[in-house]
């Protein structure tokens, strides 16, 4: 588990990054803690009244975080393509939201995939997606459902899943947010 103290200082460092990029003013720095060198996956999430407002990460770490989380707050921000670029006007209503995420694990069969706790790759070369683990949940699905919206967001017909060479990554998520 992260420490409390460097969570908040990640959720601040964001806001405080956004705000830079949107109105300018001073550019956010992490503390020179040794868990910003780890590499790890991280998705930045930003919701606006309690609906998605942008997404990105990296699956697996291949960056320093302190890299990484400017980075994915950028992207979520003003590059996530299923939204418009983030506007200054909307910040004070956006709520910022960080994945820290497990190393990927892949697993035999979609049935030992738990809803709720594993976040999942769906991979089918060349075609591939990913849901956090919050998604389903958040969503209502079930372990069917969550593969079929899977298979949809790779670009696969919903019954995909059921071919054999389809594979299946799990990893797990510390999530934590400005919200309560």
Request: proline fraction near 8%; hydrophobic fraction near 35%.
């Given at each position: ?24 003013g ?34 697996e ?50 049935r ?69």
């Amino acid at each position: 588990m992260t420490d409390k103290k460097l969570k908040k200082e990640m959720l601040a460092a964001v806001r405080q990054y956004l705000r830079h990029r949107l109105q300018g003013g001073e550019s956010p720095e992490l503390s020179d803690d040794p868990f910003y060198r780890e590499e790890r996956g991280l998705f930045v999430t930003l919701h606006k009244h309690g609906e998605l407002r942008g997404c990105i990460g990296y699956i697996e770490g291949i960056k320093p975080l302190s890299e990484a989380l400017f980075e994915m707050a950028g992207s979520a921000a003003f590059r996530d393509p299923r939204f418009t670029p983030l506007e200054a006007e909307e910040l004070p209503e956006i709520d910022i939201e960080i994945s820290l995420l497990s190393p990927l694990k892949r697993v035999d069969s979609y049935r030992d995939i738990r809803i709720g706790k594993h976040g999942i790759v769906l991979k089918m070369p060349p075609y591939q997606s990913v849901f956090l683990p919050q998604v389903a949940p958040e969503q209502g699905w079930d372990l069917p459902e969550t593969l079929q919206h899977l298979c949809l967001k790779a670009g696969l017909p919903v019954d995909a899943y059921l071919r054999s060479e389809c594979e299946f990554y799990v990893f797990t998520a510390e999530i934590f947010s400005e919200s309560p």
